[in-house]
C-alpha cells in the first residue's frame, strides 16, 4: 500500500472495499454506459469477480478507481478472438486488465495513470510482461501514449467497438515514467507535482544530497563546501559577495533593511504587487526614511516616472524593488533600474527572490540583493541570500546579529549554526543551474500562456514583461479560484492560490519552479481545461465540477 496527498493505491483486500467495486461498477457499466441490465440494488459483481485481483485507488474510505487483472484462462478475449496466442509474443507470462473505471469527479488523470504505474509494479512483482486488454476505440490516443499495441480485428458490435491491445513490460516501464513522473511520486508516497513558487518540485539528486547525514558547520569539509557555494552563488549571478543565513526571503530582507538603516539617508520603494507592498512593509518596521512610488498590479514602471519621485527628494541615497513580482509575474527591467540608479548616483537593493534561477540575473552594479533556496533554484526552504557589492563590516551593536551582514562577513559567514543538508541540497541544485537551459522553460511558459487564454482566461499582466516562471491566471466569475484550487490539489496539482491576495481577486497561478516535467505540465493543462471549459459550456452558471472528455481517459469496458 503506498499513500500521499489523500490517495491510496492497493489491492482491494477488505469486504467494504469489495462493495465499493460493485458499486463503481455499476455506476460505470450500467448507468453510464449501458453495457449490462439495471437492477434495484445498483451494485454489479463482475462474471470473473472471484478470479480478479482489484488495485485500487483511495481516498479515506471512499473509492476512486479501479481496474482488475486476471491471470487465469481463458480470458475474456479468448472468447472474442480466435487463436489470441498466435497474435501475441511468444514465451511471455500473459495476464489480461479489465474492469478500469474511476469515479466521475475525480477523473483528472491522476488516477488512471496511478492505477497504470500499480499494476506495472504489480505485474513485475508477479513475474507478469504481458499484459492484453480489449480497449474501446474512443481511446485508442491514449492507450498508445501507455505503450499498448493494436493487433487483431475490432470486437464487440456495433454500438461498443474494442480494438484488443497488448502492452509489454518493457514498454510499461519506459512509457509511464516519461509520461507523469508525478505519478510515480505519488506512489511512492511523496507529494503531488508542484507548481507552487514554494515549495518546488525536487530533483531526485537534491533529495540525496538533502538526505546525507548532517556535518557540524565548523567541521573542514562543511567549511570547504560551504565556500565553494558561496562562489558558485556570486558565479551565477555575477555578484562580489554573497552570505548565506538560516531563514527564508523575508529573513533576507529584513537584513537588507538591516543594511539600508546603515546609510543614514532617505531613499524610494517601488511597488506594482503584494512583494512590492511587503517591502514598503519592511521599510517603516525599519524606520526607514523613504518616498513611495506606487501603481497598479501587473502595470509596469515608467523610468520617467521613477526619475520624478527621487528628484522630490535631492537627498535620496538608495532605491529598493522587486525583480519579479511574484504576486503576478511581471518581471520588472533590472536594466532600467540599474541605469536610473546609476544617473541618480542611487544604490540600488533588490528582491530577486523568484527572479534567479527562473531567469538570468546579472547583479553587477546592484548593492543589494535577496534570493533563497526554495524558490527557482530549485532546493529545500530554510536558506535565504543576500548579495552584496561591497564589502560589508559589523554594525556596532546597531543591528541584531542575526541581521548583520558584516558580522557574517567576519566570521567568514559562518557565524552561527548552518544545516550542512541544507548547504548540500542547494549545492546539487547548483549543479541543475549549469546547464539551465532557461529558452526550455520560456516556450513552455508560452505554450502554457496561450493554452489558457484559449479556455477564456485572462493572464495578469499580459502582453507586459513577464517572468516565465509565474502565470497568474484571472479567473472567469463563474470558477472559485478556491475551489479550482482544492480540486487540482485533490487530483495530485499543487498550485499556488490560498493567499489572502490570491483569494481576493480570484487568481490562480501557475509556477515554472524547479524540476519540471513537460509531461506533468501537460495533464495539468488538461485538467484546467476540464475543470473550466466544459462545465461553462454546458452551465454558464452552475458551480465548478469535475469533467472526463473521452479524449482524455477512459472508463474501460467490457465488449458485450
Known amino acids: 500500500m503506498k499513500t500521499t496527498a489523500?490517495?491510496?493505491?492497493?489491492i482491494a483486500d477488505e469486504d467494504w472495499i469489495f462493495e465499493a467495486i460493485h458499486r463503481l461498477n455499476y455506476q460505470t457499466f450500467v448507468e453510464e454506459i449501458p453495457q449490462h441490465e439495471y437492477n434495484p440494488l445498483r451494485r454489479l459483481v463482475d462474471k470473473f469477480h472471484h478470479e480478479n485481483t482489484y488495485l485500487v485507488c483511495l481516498r479515506g474510505h471512499r473509492l476512486l478507481g479501479m481496474v482488475a487483472l486476471r491471470a487465469m484462462r481463458p480470458f475474456s478475449l479468448d472468447h472474442k478472438l480466435a487463436d489470441l496466442d498466435s497474435y501475441l509474443p511468444h514465451a511471455r507470462s500473459l495476464c489480461e486488465l479489465r474492469l478500469l473505471a474511476v469515479a466521475p469527479d475525480a477523473r483528472t488523470?491522476?488516477?488512471c495513470y496511478g492505477l497504470m504505474n500499480a499494476l506495472r509494479d504489480y505485474c513485475r512483482r508477479q513475474g507478469h510482461d504481458l499484459a492484453v486488454i480489449s480497449a474501446t476505440v474512443r481511446q485508442l490516443k491514449l492507450y498508445n501514449h501507455l505503450g499498448f499495441h493494436a493487433f487483431g480485428p475490432l470486437v464487440g458490435s456495433d454500438g461498443a467497438r474494442f480494438q484488443p491491445m497488448y502492452v509489454t513490460l518493457e514498454a510499461a516501464e519506459s512509457r509511464l515514467p516519461r509520461r507523469s513522473q508525478s505519478i510515480g511520486?505519488?506512489?511512492k508516497g511523496e507529494s503531488g507535482v508542484s507548481f507552487l513558487p514554494g515549495p518546488v518540485a525536487i530533483s531526485d539528486s537534491v533529495r540525496r544530497r538533502f538526505s546525507e547525514p548532517p556535518r557540524s558547520h565548523r567541521c573542514e569539509s562543511f567549511v570547504a563546501d560551504?565556500?565553494?557555494?558561496?562562489?558558485r552563488l556570486c558565479t551565477l549571478v555575477n555578484a562580489k559577495h554573497v552570505e548565506i543565513l538560516t531563514g527564508s526571503a523575508t529573513l533576507a530582507n529584513d537584513a537588507i533593511a538591516a543594511q539600508l538603516a546603515l546609510l543614514s539617508a532617505p531613499g524610494l520603494i517601488l511597488s506594482n504587487g503584494e512583494f512590492g507592498d511587503r517591502l514598503i512593509d519592511h521599510g517603516r518596521r525599519f524606520h526607514l526614511p523613504f518616498a513611495v512610488h506606487q501603481i497598479e498590479w501587473g502595470e509596469a514602471f515608467r523610468p520617467s516616472d521613477i526619475a520624478a519621485t527621487i528628484a522630490r527628494d535631492p537627498h535620496a541615497s538608495w532605491l529598493w524593488a522587486v525583480h519579479c513580482e511574484t504576486s503576478t509575474g511581471m518581471l520588472n527591467d533590472l536594466a532600467t533600474l540599474k541605469r536610473v540608479c546609476a544617473a541618480k548616483g542611487l544604490h540600488l537593493a533588490m528582491d530577486c527572490v523568484s527572479s534567479i534561477g527562473a531567469v538570468p540575473v546579472n547583479l553587477e552594479g546592484v548593492f543589494l540583493a535577496s534570493a533563497a533556496s526554495g524558490?527557482?533554484?530549485?532546493?529545500?526552504?530554510?536558506l535565504s541570500l543576500v548579495f552584496h557589492e561591497t564589502e560589508c563590516v559589523p554594525a556596532p551593536n546597531d543591528l541584531p546579529r542575526s541581521l548583520d551582514l558584516g558580522y557574517y562577513a567576519r566570521h567568514d559567514g559562518i557565524p552561527f549554526t548552518l544545516s550542512s543538508n541544507l548547504l548540500d541540497a542547494l549545492s546539487a541544485a547548483l549543479d541543475r543551474q549549469t546547464n539551465?537551459?532557461?529558452?526550455?522553460?520560456?516556450?513552455?511558459?508560452?505554450w502554457l500562456r496561450a493554452e489558457i487564454k484559449g479556455m477564456g482566461c485572462k493572464i495578469v499582466g499580459d502582453g507586459r514583461s513577464l517572468s516565465p516562471a509565474v502565470t497568474t491566471i484571472a479567473l472567469p466569475a463563474a470558477v472559485s479560484s478556491r475551489t479550482l484550487g482544492k480540486q487540482l490539489a485533490a487530483a495530485g496539482y499543487l498550485l499556488s492560490y490560498m493567499s489572502g491576495y490570491l483569494l481576493e481577486r480570484n487568481w490562480l497561478q501557475i509556477c515554472l519552479m524547479g524540476e519540471i516535467l513537460e509531461a506533468d505540465l501537460r495533464a495539468l493543462v488538461e485538467a484546467l481545461r476540464r475543470a473550466i471549459v466544459e462545465p461553462m459550456s454546458h452551465e454558464p452558471s452552475a458551480t465548478l465540477q469535475s469533467t472526463w472528455p473521452t479524449s482524455i481517459l477512459p472508463a474501460q469496458r467490457e465488449a458485450p
Request: aromatic share 12%; proline share 3%; hydrophobic share 45%.
Open 436 to 446: 539551465n537551459d532557461f529558452g526550455k522553460i520560456a516556450k513552455l511558459a508560452a
Open 6 to 10: 489523500g490517495l491510496t493505491y492497493k
Open 109 to 111: 488523470g491522476v488516477v
Open 185 to 187: 511520486k505519488i506512489i
Open 226 to 231: 560551504f565556500k565553494a557555494t558561496q562562489q
Open 375 to 382: 524558490k527557482a533554484l530549485g532546493a529545500f526552504p530554510g
